[in-house]
């Protein structure tokens, strides 16, 4: 069975809303609010060699997919599988992006036998989803010294209670802390 792990910029107070640009009154957050240490993006590399297939929310794909596949960085994304869990795209034009129309198509990625992570990044509502239907093994968290104070947040506000295993930890100059955590089930 495959891993499947959320990757977040996180807030102090929970937001995952914006955080390289958007609509939140605080868009940028992670670059206006607090000094760049790129020591504090290594786990943003390791991600792209460990995954083995990028999932997206709707809305991060249409946010992603019109920049990602220009920029050198995401070489690697951009030659992964790409799924998009969403029940109004139909013609992806991302290249290797499928559609799929929900989770149960998700648990069934997760059942395959290819090799790889599967990595979400952003995709606040497909990860409360995930969450509430059991499919999230791990948490990749990058959590800026920021509190927002509204927007849209990692963990609903009636999610079940869930337990958490610290894997990796570690703080960096500009505040932001590494947080890795396991889902105990």
Known sequence: MRTLIVSEFITLD???????????????WTFKDVEFDEAAYEIKGREQEEAGCLLLGRQSYDEFAPVW???DEFAEYNAMPKYVV???????????????RGLDEVA???????????????????????????????YHLLVFPVV????????????AKTRFT???HAAYANGVQLTVLDVVR
């Open 14 to 28: 929970g937001v995952v809303d914006s955080p390289g640009g958007g609509d939140h009154p605080h868009a940028g």
């Open 69 to 71: 596949p220009s920029m």
């Open 86 to 100: 969403s029940s109004t795209l139909t013609d992806p034009e991302w290249t290797h992006t499928t559609v799929l």
């Open 148 to 159: 927002l104070g509204s927007g849209k947040r990692l963990f609903s506000s009636d999610a």
């Open 108 to 138: 069934a990625l997760k059942e395959s036998d290819e090799p790889g992570t599967i990595l979400v990044h952003a995709s606040a509502r497909l990860a409360q989803g995930l969450a509430a239907a059991g499919l999230v093994d791990r």
């Open 166 to 168: 610290l894997t990796e």
